[in-house]
């Protein structure tokens, strides 16, 4: 306890000192929090952790340790200090919180209650989880620590103490800071201690709605109830962020932890997410019959990318009205419809089918002479939501590399709610030219050995 309260003097005076000056001295740069790596504006926003709950085990990384804004997520922290605190006696649910001119002044998302006005804890804890709300963020924050910049030092304390190495918090609500910065693998830390830490309270992030005052919030996590299994955790956006999401969803008594920053919608989002954790429990469930594979190896989605185009609106979980979504490699068309980004895999085969149509016919009719039929090895093309679109996929991979697959039995089936787009009938070679052909056009695929 001493010790533990000793590095927290160090941190709050590291932190005053901080804000006391725009010129950190080389004493404060060694705290390693507080020399955290700026975000370059040209690096990609996109990363993704998934993790085993239970183990802690890391499935699948992409950029997982890059500095990224965390936005609303960061009240995942606020939250664990406050269930640290009813745990130690130091607060309890019907605790008033009263609402200052600061916390009132907050930008949305919020309840938007006046200063001077009060809630409980309890009301407070549901705010968080469910409305995201800045301003009750600010509040706990004051209430917890005497002021949200205290507040803040103590949560990065916190976080250093679990192991988040590369985070740091200078507020309680993810609002725009360039100097609030975390990782993916840090929120999946994050994520992973509150379900094993404070159980009795992770109910509030499953929550899908809450009544304060007679008005009904909903949650922003529209993979609760969307997707089975899901029972958390929290979203986050701001405009610098782009769309983050932390979701842990249980299938066969396994439960996953998946982490998606930055990407370019709240839909792209939450189907980033689902694949991650769909592709997660497959995988798991082929371990366990023996197989040796991973998610990269089973993940058939590109991950999300493009510039993105957004009214200037509120800072925090909501719908982006009005979103517009530009491919880096295109000129925007006229207009987007629904299905302009359901699967880019699909896209980009449609979009480079229309120059090969000529050869299509000649490489379908020559394969029917190079394949070599009898053969027990697959070809996995993709994994859709969908079994219209894994046949699909189907059709324009077999019409666009007619010369590998023309005479190949393409199918589909369905595990884990899941549809795998494949082609039976190869022989070990002639899979692996199918396969490496795919490879060379940067589209993915998968070479399935009989058994």
């Known amino acids: 306890m001493f010790e533990r309260a000793r590095r927290l003097f160090v941190a709050l005076g590291a932190a005053a000192l901080t804000a006391a000056s725009p010129l950190a001295t080389s004493a404060q740069a060694q705290i390693p929090y507080l020399s955290m790596p700026s975000l370059p504006t040209t690096a990609p926003k996109y990363a993704a952790i998934v993790v085993d709950a239970k183990t802690g ?10 500095p990224r804004y965390p936005a609303s997520i960061t009240k ?3 939250l664990y200090l406050a269930f640290e605190a009813l745990s130690s006696g130091r607060l309890r649910p019907d605790d008033t919180i009263i609402i200052s ?6 930008a949305p998302t919020k309840l938007g209650l006046s200063p001077g006005e009060s809630l409980t804890v309890n009301e407070a804890m549901q705010a968080l989880s469910i409305k995201s709300a800045n301003d009750i963020a600010v509040a706990m924050a004051e209430k917890l620590g005497g002021s949200e910049a205290r507040f803040a030092a103590m949560m990065t304390l916190r976080a250093q103490e679990l192991g988040m190495a590369n985070t740091r918090f200078v507020n309680a609500s993810g609002l725009p800071d360039s100097r609030q910065l975390s990782t993916a693998r840090d929120i999946g830390i994050l994520s992973r201690a509150v379900m094993r830490d404070y159980p009795q309270y992770y109910r509030l992030f499953s929550q899908q709605s809450f009544t304060f005052r007679g008005a009904s919030m909903n949650n922003h996590n529209g993979l609760l109830g969307a997707m089975p299994g899901v029972d958390g955790l929290k979203t986050g956006y701001t405009n610098a962020s782009g769309y ?14 998946a982490v998606v920053l930055g990407a370019p919608s709240t839909a792209k989002r939450n189907n980033n997410a689902e694949d991650l954790l769909l592709t997660g429990f497959d995988v798991m469930n082929r371990r366990a019959r023996g197989e040796q594979i991973t998610i990269a190896q089973n993940l058939f989605e590109p991950e999300p990318a493009g510039p993105i185009e957004r009214p200037s609106i509120e800072q925090g979980d909501g719908e982006q009205d009005g979103l517009r979504i530009v491919l880096a490699s295109a000129p925007p068309p006229a207009s987007f419809s629904s299905n302009d980004f359901v699967s880019p895999t699909r896209n980009l085969l449609r979009g480079s089918q229309s120059s090969d149509t000529s050869k299509v016919e000649s490489k379908k009719t020559s394969a029917k002479d190079d394949k070599k039929p009898g053969g027990k090895w697959i070809v996995q093309v993709g994994a859709f939501k969908s079994r219209s679109l894994a046949k699909e996929q189907l059709s324009l991979v077999e019409q666009r590399f007619g010369k590998h697959f023309g005479r190949a039995d393409g199918g589909t089936d369905s595990i884990g709610g899941t549809y795998r787009a494949r082609f039976s009938g190869f022989t070990e070679s002639s899979a692996k030219d199918a396969c490496g052909a795919l490879k060379a056009k940067k589209l993915p695929c998968m070479v399935v050995k009989p058994g």
């Open 101 to 106: 001119p600061r916390a009132a002044a907050q």
């Open 57 to 66: 085990e890391v499935l699948y990384a992409k950029r997982a340790d890059s």
């Open 244 to 257: 983050n999401i932390a979701i842990s969803a249980v299938r066969d008594n396994r439960r996953l932890i």
């Open 76 to 78: 995942i922290m606020t």
